[in-house]
């Protein structure tokens, strides 16, 4: 797959079949979108692109740098090229791109730029300045500009009935399962291990402290999560906790992951992390003795769980 860091950068000798959007999370949805126009570039010899936009527009529209996002921009890239997809265009999205008229998107962009030969969007899909064109106003470029539109219709979207917003609001509520069945894969997250205050290794549950630098990646609910990561050519089960471990007064933020059956030095170590299922919320316990003791029962449901594990049908990572 090319990657092209603008709509400028993008060149080709041949036809293009493209969508467009945020496709934050690239979840069953989005890959029932990039499926057909893989299949519709292959099918009359042309390419297929995909036109995304960083930041999210909500985050130049309105000013909301709070929205937590699914995929970081190398995520997105990762999952997408998995998906047989031949180009990837990401736009820097600006005020003044956000202003160009809708016939000036279709005619200096689709037409012009990126030689369109189709086009396949949702049925209620918006576009132009202040997104005032619809889909009826792209099939009427369509035939002025002479290039195909395929309607996503309704039923089919409903038929898949998924939405970046409801992955993030299952992930902020802890529903790990329900969030990696609406993505089509498992949710994962990429860090830094950096130096802790070594607690864990003092109750004999040693922990590689994560560093996220995305401020922006979705991280899920304070709890206990089980989880594996690929580690020196091999994948490692392991429990994670997220919060401010509530035991430890004053204990700041943090990502720690506990693996299982491997010892180390991961310091400095990129890893990426992927979160299976979720054991419970965060607590705080009366003593240490009483918080050693959850640490063993989350090990046996964490070993417990990997005994009838199995990996999703579609694995990204």
Known sequence: MKTFSSISDFVSDKKVVVTLGTFDGVHIGHQMIIKKIVDAAQRTEAESLVLTFFPHPRMVLKQDNSIQLL???????????????????????????????????????????????????????RFGKNRTADFKDL??????????????????????????????????????????????YEYYFSGVVVHGKKLGRQLGFPTANISVSETYKLIPKYGVYIV??????????????????????????????????WDGDLYDKQLKIVILDRIRDEAKFESLDALVEQLKDDERCTRNFFTTYEEQSITIY
Request: hydrophobic letters at 35%; glycine letters at 6%; charged letters at 30%.
């Open 228 to 261: 594996k990561s690929y580690i020196d050519g091999e994948w490692v089960k392991g429990m994670m906790s997220v919060g401010v471990n509530p035991t430890f007064e004053g204990h700041p933020y943090t990502i720690e992951v506990n693996y299982l059956d």
């Open 71 to 125: 995929n970081t921009l190398e995520e997105k890239r990762e999952l997408l090229e998995a998906l047989n997809l031949d180009n990837l265009v990401v736009q820097k999205f600006d005020y003044e791109f956000s202003q160009l008229t809708a016939e000036e998107f279709v005619k200096e962009v689709l037409v012009e730029k990126f030689n369109i030969s189709k086009i396949i969007i949702g049925y209620d899909h």
């Open 139 to 184: 099939e009427r470029f369509g035939k002025q500009y002479g290039f195909e539109v395929e309607e996503i219709s309704a039923q089919e979207i409903d038929h898949v009935s998924i939405s970046s917003t409801k992955i993030r609001t299952a992930l902020d509520e802890g529903a790990i399962s329900l969030a990696n069945e609406y993505l089509g």
